[in-house]
């Protein structure tokens, strides 16, 4: 009864507030996840599941703090066009900073000066600085401009190739700065919380937070 009296009152709010409410909720039940608080299966909010360091990774206590939040409504198309821009862009200097060429059937490897990487990657940076001035928010939650950026398993890629290529997308951003004071010093430390909701036409993610660059539960 008290469940329903509760999806009652935040079904009755502006839809501002309720995703407030929403992506609160949701960074609260994380984090009590994370500190023995609530139930573990909190931790099945992370964006993309959960990895192995997720589920072994614990806290002893956690506060939120600080908070901003962001919205943007974007060209998906567009979007996705840059994003395939920026990677073949990388593809293409990655394979000339390795200095490889094929030499019938053995690879023939030669240094690259540091001039010649600067000139080798100056359009994959050009292009991660277009997609962040077009598309601010989701660059942000891509991690353009970052290693990680790259990394396999990044989510938001798994979420983008479900997302479709043609329509509006809409993202939503709430950041938070958490407080932990961990060890037997109870050495204060302070830390991102993201909860991100991503919709398109095909595609809804629900409230989830974004997994830290390392992909662990932070």
């Known amino acids: 009864?008290?469940?329903?009296?509760a999806l009652a009152l935040l079904a009755a709010l502006p839809a501002a507030a309720q995703d407030d409410a929403e992506a609160t909720k949701v960074a609260n039940t994380y984090l009590n996840a994370l500190t023995g608080k609530g139930d573990e299966?909190?931790?099945?909010?992370?964006?993309?599941?959960v990895t192995m360091n997720?589920?072994?990774?614990?806290?002893?206590?956690?506060?939120?703090?600080?908070r901003e939040d962001k919205h943007e409504e974007g060209d998906l198309?567009?979007?996705v066009q840059m994003m395939n821009e920026l990677d073949k862009s990388g593809r293409k200097a990655l394979t000339k900073l390795m200095g490889a060429e094929a030499v019938g059937d053995d690879l023939k490897v030669t240094e690259v000066s540091k001039e010649d990487a600067e000139k080798l990657l100056k359009p994959t940076l050009e292009k991660a600085q277009a997609l962040l001035k077009a598309a601010p928010v989701l660059a942000y939650v891509l991690r353009v401009g970052k290693e990680v950026y790259w990394h396999?398993?990044?989510p938001m890629r798994a979420v983008l190739a479900k997302a479709g290529t043609s329509g509006k997308y809409s993202l939503q951003m709430f950041r938070w700065t958490v407080l932990s004071k961990e060890?037997?010093?109870k050495t204060p430390r302070e830390w991102p919380l993201r909860v991100v909701r991503f919709k398109s036409g095909k595609l809804d993610t629900g409230w989830k937070v974004l997994p830290a660059s390392d992909w662990n539960a932070e």
Do not use: C, S
């Open 1 to 5: 009864m008290r469940n329903l009296f």
């Open 41 to 49: 299966a909190g931790k099945d909010l992370l964006l993309g599941g």
């Open 54 to 66: 997720a589920q072994l990774f614990v806290l002893e206590n956690a506060e939120l703090k600080a």
């Open 77 to 79: 198309g567009k979007a």
């Open 152 to 154: 396999p398993k990044n």
């Open 183 to 185: 060890g037997p010093n």
